[in-house]
C-alpha cells in the first residue's frame, strides 16, 4: 500500500515536472530509500531534475521548483490524510554541472530510478560511473540501512582518485 502511494507520487510528480520545465526536461530521476523501495510513512521523496535553461543559484531554481510543489498539493494533502507524509527533496541541475559529477551520483549508481531521460542523458553518464568504479575496485558497504563506498581498496597514502 505504501509502495502504490510512493510509486503515485512519483507519477504525479514527473507530470508536473514534465509540463513545467517542458522541452527543458532532460532527465527525472527518483534516489534514495524511494529508489531501493526501503521507504516509510514519513521518508522524503528525494529526486534529481536536470533541465535546460535554468536560472543560477540553488534558491532561484528552488524558487521555481516551489510551483511544481505547489501544483502538487491537493495530492500531498490525500496522502497525509492517509497517513503518509512525504516531503519531496529536490536537486535541481543544469546538464553542464550533471557532466562534472558529484558525489551525490555515487548513492544513485545501484538504485537510481530514472523516469525520464531524454536520449539516456543521465543514464550514460551512470554507466560512466559505474565503470571507473569497477576500475578501481570500489565497494559498497551496508551498514543497516545506510552504506558508506570505499573507493580503492588498495589505495596508497598520496595517491590521486579521479572518477
Known amino acids: 500500500m505504501l509502495k502504490e502511494r510512493f510509486k503515485r507520487l512519483q507519477g504525479r510528480l514527473l507530470a508536473e515536472a514534465k509540463a513545467f520545465y517542458g522541452k527543458d526536461l532532460v532527465s527525472f530521476v527518483v534516489f534514495g530509500s524511494a529508489a531501493r523501495g526501503t521507504y516509510r510513512f514519513d521518508s522524503d521523496l528525494d529526486i534529481l531534475i536536470i533541465a535546460e535553461n535554468l536560472p543560477r543559484g540553488r534558491m532561484k531554481r528552488i524558487g521555481e521548483f516551489a510551483n511544481v510543489e505547489q501544483r502538487l498539493e491537493p495530492f500531498l494533502r490525500t496522502l497525509r490524510k492517509e497517513g503518509v507524509y512525504p516531503e519531496i527533496s529536490a536537486i535541481i541541475k543544469t546538464p553542464e554541472e550533471a557532466q562534472r559529477g558529484s558525489p551525490l ?49 588498495d589505495y596508497r597514502p598520496g595517491e590521486i582518485i579521479e572518477l
Not at 539516456?120 to 553518464?125: I, K, S, V
Open 105 to 153: 551520483f555515487l548513492d544513485m549508481v545501484e538504485d537510481a530510478l530514472i523516469l525520464y531521460d531524454r536520449s539516456r542523458f543521465f543514464a550514460r553518464l551512470l554507466d560512466q560511473l559505474r565503470k571507473r568504479l569497477r576500475q578501481l575496485g570500489a565497494k559498497r558497504i551496508w551498514a543497516g540501512n545506510v552504506w558508506h563506498g570505499v573507493l580503492k581498496p
